[in-house]
C-alpha cells in the first residue's frame, strides 16, 4: 500500500473556499482512483469525490458545483478545492488511493490505501 500524505484543512467561515492536497509515495507507476471522502461526528464516512487515472470524475450530490477534484499524475497527488463551504461541510477529510500499479515490478495492488485524515470545520 502507499502512503498518502493530506494537507489544507483548516478552520474557515462558511461562504468561504479551503484547498486539500494529497501526495501519494513510493515507486508508483499509476493509480487508478483518487478520492476524497469524510466523516462527520456521528455519521459514517462518505465519499466525496473521486477521480480516475483518465480523469473522470464523480462527486456527491451535496458537494456539486462547490468542490473540485483534480489530480496531477506526473506528481501522484490529488486535489480538492472546496468553494461555497458551509458549515455542513465539517468533516474530517481522508485521502483514499485504488488500484495501483507499481514501477518497478508493475505489480499491481487493488487495495485501498488512506491518509490520516485532515480537519475542516466551517464556522463563524
Known amino acids: 500500500q502507499v502512503q498518502l500524505v493530506e494537507s489544507g484543512g483548516g478552520l474557515v467561515q462558511p461562504g468561504g473556499s479551503l484547498r486539500l492536497s494529497c501526495a501519494a509515495s513510493?515507486?508508483?507507476?499509476?493509480?487508478?482512483?483518487l478520492g476524497w471522502y469524510r466523516q462527520a461526528p456521528g455519521k459514517q464516512r462518505e465519499l466525496v469525490a473521486a477521480i480516475t487515472s483518465g480523469g473522470t470524475t464523480n462527486y456527491v450530490d451535496s458537494v456539486t458545483g462547490r468542490f473540485t477534484i483534480s489530480r496531477d499524475n506526473a506528481k501522484n497527488t490529488v486535489y480538492l478545492q472546496m468553494n461555497s463551504l458551509k458549515p455542513e461541510d465539517t468533516a474530517v477529510y481522508y485521502c483514499?488511493?485504488?488500484?495501483?500499479?507499481?514501477?518497478?515490478?508493475?505489480?499491481?495492488?487493488?487495495?485501498?490505501?488512506w491518509g490520516q485524515g485532515t480537519q475542516v470545520t466551517v464556522s463563524s
Open positions: 483514499n488511493a485504488a488500484g495501483v500499479t507499481y514501477s518497478a515490478s508493475g505489480y499491481y495492488d487493488p487495495r485501498d490505501s
Open positions: 513510493g515507486r508508483i507507476f499509476r493509480i487508478s482512483r
